[in-house]
């Protein structure tokens, strides 16, 4: 099965693609949240670098969230209009447990809390048990970094904190006795394409936004203003 990933849930926009013989292919495609102008051409390039074509894909893996609302929706969009255009099967994985899952893949075990910045002051956290394999301990919510840095400086217990959310507030969650700070901005695309390959393929792909999009937002407060 030859499997395509698509991540766009952060300011890094990858993409990956594992083949059926086995070979796997990933590539960070834009880190300046141009992805509207920079997803499509850098599909077409991990296509020609595989010697595929787009009719060749089985399955399209995207992630569907939480993270920004403008990447999320063009990630998503491109996601449903490749699987349908091709016939191929489609997939949703979570930015949160993507992280996770590349966390454990670099060794990382314990307690880990993943952080994707959502803006506003906010992220978006979710907390993970990672031993022989990788187990959510809670759902993905959001929350202001100051409230999950007084939350585990208060348990005073062993944990390991990733994802943009983290680096994005890094003094703060730094300052957490004895945690460890595992650099990971970007949701892992390996992860993606392995959790993918396991997954029971959807009839379509629903955003996990979690909160109202900007736009929304800015236009309530406007009108609150009035």
């Known amino acids: 099965m030859n499997i395509l990933a698509i991540e766009t849930a952060t300011e890094g926009c990858a993409t990956g693609l594992r083949t059926a013989s086995g070979l796997e292919i ?15 051409v850098g599909i077409q390039a991990l296509l020609r670098e595989a010697g595929l074509k787009a009719s060749d894909i089985n399955r399209v893996v995207v992630d569907h969230g939480p993270g920004l609302f403008t990447g999320l929706r063009v990630g998503i969009a491109t996601a449903i209009a490749l699987a349908q255009g ?3 099967e489609i997939v949703g994985v979570s930015s949160l447990e993507l992280l996770a899952h590349g966390a454990h893949d670099a060794g990382v075990r314990g307690t880990l809390v993943c952080a994707v910045d959502g803006r506003r002051g906010e992220v978006f956290v979710q907390t993970f048990t990672l031993d022989e394999g990788v187990s959510p301990k809670d759902e993905p919510r959001v929350e202001v970094p100051r409230t999950v840095v007084i939350e585990w400086a208060t348990m005073a217990v062993p944990v390991t904190f990733t994802g943009d959310g983290v680096e994005r507030y890094l003094s703060d969650f730094s300052a957490v006795p004895g945690a460890v700070i595992h650099h990971e901005k970007v949701p ?7 959790l993918g390959a396991m997954r029971t393929p959807t009839a379509t792909i629903t955003p996990l936004y979690l909160r109202e999009a900007d736009a929304i937002a800015n236009f309530t407060t406007r009108e609150r203003a009035k």
Not at 26 to 40: G, Y
Not at 188 to 194: E, F, G, K, R, V
């Open 26 to 40: 990933i590539k960070l495609v834009d880190e300046n949240r141009q992805h509207t102008e920079e997803l499509t």
């Open 188 to 194: 892992s695309i390996h992860a993606a394409l392995t």
């Open 86 to 88: 091709i016939g191929a």
